[in-house]
């Protein structure tokens, strides 16, 4: 500013802005700036025009100074993101390998505390690994019919277990999960009598029946399989859901029934023919983990 104030420098300044435009086709060639300094308004026209160049080229500062700025600035928005991006990734996949590893840790917990569970038990397991249960009556009332009642419990446990241990393990699975469930009162093989009416010849006929379920609490009733049993066990497994679903009915226990595999059955196996019918009725059917199995799929 001091120097536009001093009138040498802004004449020269005057001066120079014109031969440029002179030079750049803005003013004609004819004009003489010289001529228009010695004017008595030149001397004013030379100070406003050494104004109006500083304008200028402030503005021109600003424009030229402004968008590689902008730019820097997006520049280093979009990289921050990039890298905010990549760190979001980074810590969604530690997530999900800390989820998968506690995972893996509670199903060894499990597996651990079942056969902690079995070997506090051994002592008091039977055959092919299931606890001897009393029937109805004792040895001294009806000794007879005592037995039966136990050779009838160990031919079911035989029948329908492919193996002792993986059946005993998904009982002890299904009892945690019921306590999960909030059950107080589980018991293990306990004989339930219901009735049922069928058509008969000429009348409809109310007939009692009775089945141990694997487990029974005040609200539910759960029978485990192992997923792996042979095509042996087809017909006895199909009439047996029968007497589950009667059990479970409103006109008896009034209770929800829960169907428990170890192993969820292998896409060809006979069981899925099974699960489509308990799935039709309204049975939950889940695995060791407590998911649900659905119908045709892994």
């Known amino acids: 500013m001091t120097s536009i104030n001093n009138l040498g420098n802004d004449q020269n300044l005057f001066i120079t802005v014109a031969e440029f435009f002179k030079a750049i086709g803005v003013l004609p060639g004819d004009f003489d700036p010289w001529e228009m300094l010695n004017s ?25 100074i402004k968008w590689p700025l902008q730019a820097a600035s997006e520049i280093s928005a979009w990289r921050r993101g990039r890298r905010e991006k990549e760190q ?3 810590e969604m996949e530690e ?21 902690q569970e079995l ?56 009892k945690e999960w019921l306590k999960e469930q909030g059950e107080k009162s589980i018991f293990f093989n306990r004989k339930r009598w219901g009735t049922r009416k069928r058509q008969g010849k000429s009348m409809v006929i109310e007939e009692k029946f009775h089945v141990r379920p694997d487990l029974i609490s005040e609200r539910y009733i759960v029978e485990c399989k192992t997923g792996t049993e042979g095509a042996w066990a087809r017909e006895y497994a199909t009439n047996q859901i029968r007497d589950y679903i009667d ?8 209770k929800t029934l829960v169907y428990l595999f170890w192993e969820r059955p292998s896409p060809i196996n006979w069981w899925w023919e099974l699960i489509k019918k308990l799935k039709a009725n309204g049975i939950k059917v889940i695995d060791r983990y407590g998911d649900i199995i659905e119908y045709g799929g892994e």
């Open 247 to 254: 059990l479970a009915s409103p006109n008896n226990e009034n």
């Open 95 to 115: 997530r999900e390998r800390k989820l998968w590893r506690e995972k893996l840790e509670r199903e060894d917990e499990d597996k651990s505390a079942l056969r």
């Open 40 to 64: 008595p308004v030149g001397p004013l026209a030379a100070y406003m025009g050494a104004y109006m160049c500083m304008l200028f080229a402030v503005i021109g500062t600003y424009v030229i």
């Open 119 to 174: 070997t506090r038990s051994g002592e008091r397991l039977g055959l092919m690994g299931y606890p001897m249960q009393k029937g109805s009556r004792s040895y001294r009332e009806d000794i007879a019919k005592e037995l039966l009642e136990q050779a009838e419990f160990v031919k079911k446990r035989i029948t329908l277990s492919s193996g002792g241990l993986e059946h005993r393990m998904a009982e002890l699975r299904a």
């Open 88 to 90: 979001k990734v980074l």
